[in-house]
């Protein structure tokens, strides 16, 4: 973790640990998130979209896109939830609206 991430974390009283520990236990085997993804992410994007995942990311749980020209994104990741299922989440967002 980074100083900026760290003094972000502090200030709004967030416990890094605690957080990551809670997301490691949702997390699904590889093979079986991969499998998941592979259903439901496109193999081809559609114009001016582009994946911009970032590095510090997990590909097999999850992916994020963006769209500059239309100034969008979407993430899409995959877990086990607190239902004890496998959930596939999709997050759209788009500047200037909720």
Do not use: C
Not at 20 to 29: A, D, F, N
Not at 55 to 80: C, E, F, P, T, W
């Amino acid at each position: 973790m980074d100083d900026k991430t760290d003094r972000f974390s502090k200030e709004r009283g967030i416990d890094i640990v605690k957080l990551e520990e809670s997301q490691r236990k949702r997390m699904l085997p590889e093979h079986r998130a991969r499998a998941i993804l592979s259903n439901w992410l496109p193999r081809v994007l559609p114009a001016d979209w582009r994946e911009a995942t970032p590095d510090i990311y997990d590909r097999d749980h999850g992916r994020m896109y963006v769209n500059k020209v239309k100034r969008q994104s979407l993430i899409v990741s995959v877990a086990r939830e607190d239902d004890g299922r496998e959930w596939l989440h999709y997050s759209m967002s788009a500047e200037g609206s909720l």
